[in-house]
């Protein structure tokens, strides 16, 4: 049921940075992994 | 203050007066880079409510609130990966249009209706929950506040669309972080000199402020790590991907990366950024261990006791918080000792004193708190939300307290000027020129979506003038959503990745979907049943699939 004229060229290109998008989140999994456990460390350091 | 909101919201005009067609009404020219999506998609988020409570919501419980937003980044790549090349290759102007060429016009009627209820709810409360806040500190009159802020957003929004609303968060949201930025440094400087940064975030380890990750899986905990990262993933992947006031600000990228850019933009800085705003709740908790604080922090309360009989009881207990303010300090100094000296016991001790002082503290604000009550039992008198902004205005100098009241100004406008343009789009698109006035030329639409702008504006507003205060104003914002946002993104789920399920049973699994979330939520409220309202989201999810899957088998072969 997709309208046809609607649809827009596929702009998909790869990222700007990190080569390609399977990286980049990557990247953003793995930062987010690290603030956590930076979290997790901060709150055990100072309690 | 006025200065940098009048030239943010001239910039807005300016950048956008050559808009005249529905197309750049409603998704910009498509020409904007990254980091203006990520900053706009951020800028809607972070309302007013998130600067007002947030700190004071980490002067009450810590950093715990920080878990709400773990399930953020993992949402932000679930996004990029399976929902932004769909709407990008159907080229469509509002989330809920992809739904009828999935299902049926009955099923994008439902969801834009769904939508357009829970966000014209929450349009209010971005609007109201500054303004009564703004105006207690402050002295202005609370509908003057509200009317203030209501109509700069609506005339900027009506005036230039989505664009106006992208290019103004872009500077709203540069103003709102160098604000907090400077408040959080203003903050460390504000402590007494024999106090370091680091005895300052020792003795908010040792308080349990600290407490920012919690392992426990605990169904009635609001903020756990399992609660933001289950519940929270599906609460931003449907309020992101599903919600028309965000999937607009990324439609109006230039192209399909751009917008992945701007997503995962967002994903990086929002956790951080967050903890920062609680971190700042943290640094006014040791600040006010220091500095005598108030013994209620809402003004206009206190001042209800004023020439009332109360007035004398009123007086004994300041004087009582004084003596234990007193007292407090002095066990605080012991603690920092006994901290640098790294004695244990030393260090317990003086602790459980200031765990004793703080108990008489609190019986002595929650007597405040009975008396303001006696004088006007309407009162609202929780005062956690007052907290930053009573820092601001009394212990900032002059300049700092402009920025940081143009900081929570930028906030509310941003917040309201997305949900204006989109329940516009929404009303116009799905519902008025698909359903009700379908035949008319590109300049109808287009006034039809300003029109519609005041309109919805208009709404917000009244809801605005005459809501009351919830519990907690964030918290307030965040339970509406998740009533509506699970169902919603059933409805999503099953179109992306149920793909034999056909409209008519997606459609009678959502309405079923939603009445059992309701139910659940009021039997909560009746305290029947303890279910934290993020898991919500993920209830309603998950009945849409089950229940779409159900009634497939026993209605199929109706798929459009």
Known sequence: ?47 | MLGTLSLIVAYGVYKTRNVDNVKSYLLGDKDLPWWTIGLSVMATQASAITFLSTPGKAYDDGLGFAQFYFGLPVAMVFLCIFVLPIYYRLNVFTAYEYLEGRFDLKTRTLTAILFLIQRGLAAGITIFAPGIILSNILGWDLNLTILFIGIVVIFYTVFGGTKAVSVTQKQQMIIILTGMVLAAIILVFKLPPDIQFSDAVSIAGKMGKLEVVDFEFDLSNRYNFWSGMIGGVFLFVSYFGTDQSQVQRYLSGKTLSESRLGLLFNGIIKVPMQFLVLFIGVLVFIFFQFIQPPIHFNKANLNKLENTVYETELAKLQQKHKETFELKQTSMRSLITAIDNKNQNEILAAKSNIDALMQQDSQIRADVKGLILQADDSAEVKDSDYVFITFVTQYLPIGMVGLLLAVIFSAAMSTTASELNALATTSVIDIYRRSIVTDKTDQHYLKASKWLTIFWGLLALGFALVASLFDNLIEAVNIIGSVFYGTILGIFMVAFFMKRVGGKAVFLAALLAELIVIAVFILDKMEIVSIAYLWLNLIGCILVMILAGIFEELFGKDKT
């Open chain 1, 1 to 47: 049921m997709e309208n046809n004229k609607n649809i827009q060229q596929d702009t998909d290109e790869a990222p700007a940075f990190f080569g390609s998008w399977k990286n980049l989140y990557l990247i953003v999994l793995v930062f987010h992994a690290f603030l956590i456990t930076v979290f997790y460390f901060f709150a055990k350091y100072y309690s």
